[in-house]
């Protein structure tokens, strides 16, 4: 029971940690279409205009396991992937190009991350 206590003392005690996630839409002439996702919220759709970016802050959950997958849609192609994963080597910044996403770990370049798939 002590145990039990002084972990729930712990987790209370620590200190509010936001992550953010962003996705700009770096394409030469279209609006992109964005849609992501935890297992308990859904971001909903979101047209992102050509230089703009679409982005969100949470706290991650306390026992580990945030998990956000996004899918990009452009006319017919689509990219599927894991925008934030707690504790794994995921990116907080991601860009989309015409040949497919990007992304920027903190101090390290920029690299491709996915292709898009479809027609």
């Known amino acids: 029971m002590v145990v039990v206590l002084a972990t729930i003392m712990v987790i209370m005690a620590r200190p509010s940690v936001q ?21 308990d919220d859904d971001l909903g759709d979101h047209g992102v205009a050509i230089g703009d970016s679409f982005s969100w802050s949470f706290e991650p959950n306390v026992f580990g396991g945030t998990l956000f997958w996004c899918n990009l849609a452009v006319e017919d192609k689509r990219i599927s992937f894991k925008a934030y994963e707690e504790y794994e080597e995921t990116f907080g910044k991601w860009f989309v190009h015409d040949d497919g996403l990007y992304g920027k770990p903190d101090r390290f370049p920029i690299f491709k991350m996915a292709a898009w798939t479809g027609p």
């Open 19 to 39: 992550d953010t996630v962003s996705i700009t839409n770096l394409l030469s002439d279209k609006i992109l279409i964005v849609h992501c996702r935890s297992k």
